[in-house]
């Protein structure tokens, strides 16, 4: 069967020469003159691959997600090993613009055999540590690579996500991050809330960087690696251990920075250079482009969804109220719908007799069996104004400013409970002579 491509570029028409004379399993069936074209062409299912022939730095990985998504295969053809170099680092097949036509077929059936056989975006095979449309060709003479690391060695994504308001979802992320990372694990955490990112006046550092958006705009060309995220992170020491923080969006306007595809990317980066990635994320699930006609255009909501899709743990954070309650509710239902593989751990923050009653921890257990969607409580975090207000006027966090309150130990209990139990584990088994589990 004949695979239909589309091409642009300043050699394609060379490109097309040879392929015609090939008379093989490709057909030429567009020259596109403009990007714009040759986008317009993949969505309407006029074809299966896309080759662009000279002209690449157009090339992102926000266009090849969206390619994928369609099922559309995107080759890049350069004479320059490093733009080849960085192709591959998208996740892309890449060869010398004078590759034969048919090596350039037989890359170009390659590529769409893999889009094929697993449509999902560019971005949610590189946090997982595979580049499916890379592997195949790293062996091969065309130039492209792949990624080699191991998906177990990756560090641990935590969605820290919640409803509207102000149920303390960034409270609980920086004091999770810092736990962690006074537990002498490598940590970063990224400020990913495209509503009203606060992670760093609440480690007070200057916000003025827009860590994350710096990352996604290298993540999007290809140039992310270990020692630009490590440039861009901003260091926090904390307890002897050391917090790499990627701070939030300066303006709330600034959101179209964070293309799911790029932050996906990012996300990935982290986890190949720590062994846990906090992400503060906001409390919208929309799926906005049902409201758009343009499948092309930034989501508003990209990394919110992203990041909850990718994330090891959720963390479903709820104020334990009258008013929290309800809400928390309402969202962990839109939470199943819009991210059927998330399973949310349950929160209840700011617990305190005053807005609950005598016993609210029996209160607020009772009314979730009744009313609550069926998810048992992980996690009781109790109120403490003095500590929290404190830990805020000194930009630090609650081990630090309030080492003794019953709020930074329900923290550190939710976050590095698992972890410590598993350290337990591994010594024992060590001492009795046997493997350590991985």
């Excluded at 691959?49 to 053809?77: E, K, M, N």
């Excluded at 306007?253 to 990935?268: K, N, S, T, Y």
């Amino acid at each position: 069967m004949s695979i239909p491509v589309v091409t642009i570029g300043a050699g394609q028409a060379e490109l097309v020469g040879s392929l015609e004379r090939l008379h093989g399993p490709v057909t030429v069936v567009r020259r596109c003159g403009e990007l714009s074209e040759l986008i317009a062409a993949c969505q309407t299912g006029l074809a299966r691959a896309a080759v662009v022939a000279g002209g690449t730095q157009d090339i992102t990985a926000t266009l090849a997600d969206r390619l994928a998504a369609v099922g559309v295969a995107l080759v890049g053809l350069t004479d320059d090993d490093a733009e080849r170099a960085r192709l591959s680092a998208l996740g892309l097949f890449a060869a010398p613009e004078s590759v034969p036509a048919p090596e350039l077929a037989r890359l170009i059936g390659r590529a769409v055999e893999q889009v094929a056989q697993d449509p999902v975006s560019l971005s949610s095979f590189a946090v997982a540590g595979a580049r499916p449309l890379a592997e195949p060709a790293a062996d091969a003479s065309d130039g492209s690579g792949g990624d080699d690391s191991d998906p177990e060695s990756l560090g641990e994504v935590i969605a820290v996500w919640g409803p509207i308001g102000s149920p303390g979802r960034t409270t609980v992320a920086v004091n999770c991050a810092a736990e962690l990372a006074a537990d002498g694990r490598a940590v970063v955490l990224v400020d990913a809330d495209t509503y009203g990112a606060s992670v760093a006046p609440a480690l007070g550092l200057l916000d003025d960087s827009a860590g994350l958006a710096q990352a996604c705009r290298l993540a999007d060309q290809g140039l992310l690696d270990g020692q630009a995220l490590e440039r861009i992170a901003t260091p926090v020491v904390i307890g002897g251990g050391t917090l790499r923080v990627l701070t939030g969006l300066t303006r709330a306007d600034r959101w179209p920075e964070l293309r799911a595809a790029a932050f996906g990317d990012v996300i990935g980066r982290c986890r190949e250079v720590a062994d846990a990635v906090v992400v503060d994320v906001s409390f919208c699930l929309e799926a906005d482009e049902e409201l758009s006609f343009d499948t092309m255009a930034p989501r508003r909501n990209a990394a919110t969804l992203r990041s909850l899709e990718l994330a090891d743990r959720v963390f479903a954070v709820g104020a334990a109220d009258a008013v929290g309650m309800p809400r928390l509710v309402r969202a962990i239902s839109e939470l199943e719908q819009a991210v059927p593989s998330a399973s949310p751990t349950v929160v209840f923050n700011k617990v305190r007799q005053s807005s609950i009653g005598r016993f609210p921890e029996r209160a607020l257990r009772e009314a979730w069996v009744r009313f609550g969607p069926g998810v048992p409580v992980g996690a009781m975090i109790p109120f403490d104004g003095a500590a929290a207000d404190a830990a805020l006027l000194g930009g630090s966090v609650l081990l630090e400013s309030a080492p003794d309150s019953g709020l930074r130990k329900a923290i550190a209990e939710l976050v590095c409970a698992p972890v410590q139990q598993k350290r337990r584990f591994a010594r024992r088994d060590t001492k009795a002579g046997l493997e350590a589990p991985r």
